[in-house]
């Protein structure tokens, strides 16, 4: 039997439809092409990307030559540029900010072919630090408002690129859905002088219902009203909202989560398409009593319809208490 | 050079990134399934569908046979059901409710493979005022908050079954997307004094950069901030913001824009996917000084990645001036 279930932060509303689940079976998730050209990505060819902004290499390595474990470069052709002038604009009732920001590549592997769940915690480690190395330098600039970083991996996912990599958008403007997250922390926090996503650390584990791992400092559950099959929360346990404040020891217990989570998804589902984002505090705030910075793991497995754009409404055919208890095993 | 426009009807910020127009070129949308099994939609098969809830067809013929031109039925696995009991329930800090509503197919033609371009305006208006006789039935049901009427066509678009037809969704709580764009409207009338729609059709008319086609009482406009390349928009040019109350004539002008509309994307685009959603005001207001009803059409050219799920920001590689001066002429 179908119901509506109301995510607790950004307040938006989902259908799980248990009834909907063939929209899982119809659904197969294209390869990528073989290509015949040489992969930018790959060690060998570093000279056909810019040069790198950072890089994790032994330190008798040169930048931009072979030896590195993760680096991170502009995009060739990225969607913003940071040497555009910040210029904000009115033309009637509409207005325009112009296209400044940065677009970066973090090439997460030398390995041409290696899977998301193939990755030591110890290098996924290194891909998290750099994110942060990141956000920290681009935070330098005061035009930014919020760096944006995920991964998509797969065609339905979004991704051309086979080879394995997040990217990095910092923007003069902050996102939506992160202003949503954070007014709705801040509401629950008015109402209760509580922390919402403190609340849902609590109240997960006294339930254990969709909860998959996790270790001394992260949850990882499937949340109470999942837009995406299978989605995934990686959460920290305590009330931190900051993500670029982490030391190496929370990103340790971070890669660890995620790393069981991948594994088990690909346990379960095989090999699946997935966009993974990280929702981070905007730079304006530097701490706040209602959000906590958290990764959300979205397999690809449903299409987006219509319905979903006209309403902000979207259908998941799998509760994720189900979810949960199949991950949690790494069960078909 | 790229650019962030604000939609300025429900705030979300879109870059415009006439840069990635690769993005669209490896885009393919791929072809039904031929299907061996009987259409349940094509004349003849009615008995394959549930006894049919409206239509029009010659007095002469009798319902659930042969002879209609549009038919309304209840979807045979619906999301959700009018025989449960509307419940709300908290249970923590999650919210649920029990998912009662309706969900119907708007069977467009009795023809299994006429595209949506080829219908008359006189059929079009029929299948509109389907619509409206459906939204006026379900608005008699007390729990019924909001009732979503939107095409999906094409398998990039969500849409299973190829035989032409629409959907309808009965909801117990209204959208999120629309409650957005009430509020965006009505802060915009709180400081101005005046509806952000009849400002928009103002200010598109008196530029046409962004105008397709017009008629007495519609606007088709490629819109300021679209998420979508080649995005089309029919707005009312007076302040009407309850569809279903609509007359005859209107919804005739109406079709006249939406043929218009979809012969000029067929021209522009060849055989393309799309999404089509009515917004229209919410049940449990009469009128709103801030709002008009209106149809968007989002064509499926490009792939939705992790990116936007992650920040409500898309990125759109086609210039709206840019696709409305292709669809003016319906050029390639």
Not at 7 to 25: F, Q
């Given at each position: 039997?179908?119901e509506?279930?109301?995510?607790?932060?950004?307040?938006?509303?989902?259908?799980?439809?248990?009834?909907?689940?063939r929209?899982?079976?119809?659904?197969?998730?294209?390869?990528?092409?073989?290509?015949?050209?040489?992969?930018?990505f790959?060690?060998?060819?570093?000279?056909?990307?810019?040069?790198?902004?950072?890089?994790?290499?032994?330190?008798?390595?040169?930048?931009?030559?072979?030896?590195?474990r993760?680096?991170?470069?502009?995009?060739?052709?990225?969607?913003?540029?940071?040497?555009?002038?910040?210029?904000?604009?009115?033309?009637?009732?509409?207005?325009?900010?112009?296209?400044?920001?940065?677009?970066?590549?973090?090439?997460?592997?030398p390995?041409?072919?290696?899977?998301?769940?193939?990755?030591?915690?110890?290098?996924?480690?290194?891909?998290?630090?750099?994110?942060?190395?990141?956000?920290?330098?681009?935070?330098?600039?005061?035009?930014?408002?919020?760096?944006?970083?995920?991964?998509?991996?797969?065609?339905?996912?979004?991704?051309?690129?086979?080879?394995?990599?997040?990217?990095?958008?910092?923007?003069p403007?902050?996102?939506?859905?992160?202003?949503?997250?954070?007014?709705?922390?801040?509401?629950?926090?008015?109402?209760?002088?509580?922390?919402?996503?403190?609340?849902?650390?609590?109240?997960?584990?006294?339930?254990?219902?969709?909860?998959?791992?996790?270790?001394?400092?992260?949850?990882?559950?499937?949340?109470?009203?999942p837009?995406?099959?299978?989605?995934?929360?990686?959460?920290?346990?305590?009330h931190l909202?900051?993500?670029?404040?982490?030391?190496?020891?929370?990103?340790a217990?971070?890669?660890?989560?995620?790393?069981?989570?991948?594994?088990?998804?690909?346990?379960?589902?095989?090999?699946?398409h997935?966009?993974?984002?990280?929702?981070?505090?905007?730079?304006?705030l530097?701490?706040?009593?209602?959000?906590?910075?958290?990764?959300?793991?979205?397999?690809r497995?449903?299409?987006?319809?219509?319905?979903?754009?006209?309403?902000?409404?979207?259908?998941?055919?799998?509760?994720?208490?189900?979810?949960?208890?199949?991950?949690?095993?790494?069960?078909?």
């Amino acid at each position: 039997m179908a119901e509506f279930r109301r995510d607790p932060i950004d307040g938006k509303w989902v259908i799980i439809a248990p009834e909907r689940k063939r929209m899982l079976v119809e659904f197969k998730p294209e390869p990528y092409p073989s290509s015949e050209r040489r992969c930018p990505f790959c060690p060998g060819n570093e000279s056909l990307t810019p040069p790198e902004l950072f890089a994790f290499r032994p330190p008798t390595t040169k930048p931009n030559q072979p030896g590195w474990r993760v680096r991170v470069i502009p995009n060739r052709e990225p969607i913003l540029r940071t040497e555009l002038e910040l210029e904000k604009e009115g033309i009637g009732s509409y207005d325009r900010v112009s296209g400044i920001g940065a677009h970066e590549v973090i090439i997460e592997t030398p390995e041409h072919n290696q899977t998301y769940s193939q990755l030591s915690e110890e290098h996924l480690k290194e891909i998290y630090l750099a994110w942060k190395e990141r956000v920290l330098d681009l935070k330098n600039d005061a035009r930014i408002k919020y760096v944006l970083i995920f991964k998509n991996y797969g065609l339905s996912a979004g991704a051309v690129m086979a080879h394995p990599h997040s990217q990095l958008i910092a923007l003069p403007i902050s996102p939506k859905q992160i202003i949503e997250e954070l007014r709705g922390g801040e509401e629950y926090f008015r109402f209760k002088e509580r922390c919402i996503f403190c609340d849902i650390v609590r109240q997960e584990l006294e339930t254990k219902e969709r909860v998959v791992f996790e270790n001394a400092r992260f949850l990882l559950i499937c949340p109470w009203a999942p837009i995406f099959p299978f989605e995934l929360w990686a959460v920290p346990k305590e009330h931190l909202s900051v993500f670029e404040e982490s030391d190496d020891e929370l990103l340790a217990e971070l890669a660890q989560v995620i790393k069981f989570g991948m594994s088990q998804l690909e346990k379960t589902l095989g090999s699946f398409h997935f966009n993974l984002v990280l929702h981070n505090l905007p730079f304006y705030l530097s701490s706040s009593p209602g959000f906590h910075w958290h990764i959300e793991i979205m397999p690809r497995l449903t299409r987006v319809a219509g319905f979903e754009y006209g309403s902000g409404f979207y259908v998941n055919p799998v509760p994720p208490e189900e979810s949960a208890r199949w991950l949690r095993k790494g069960e078909k």
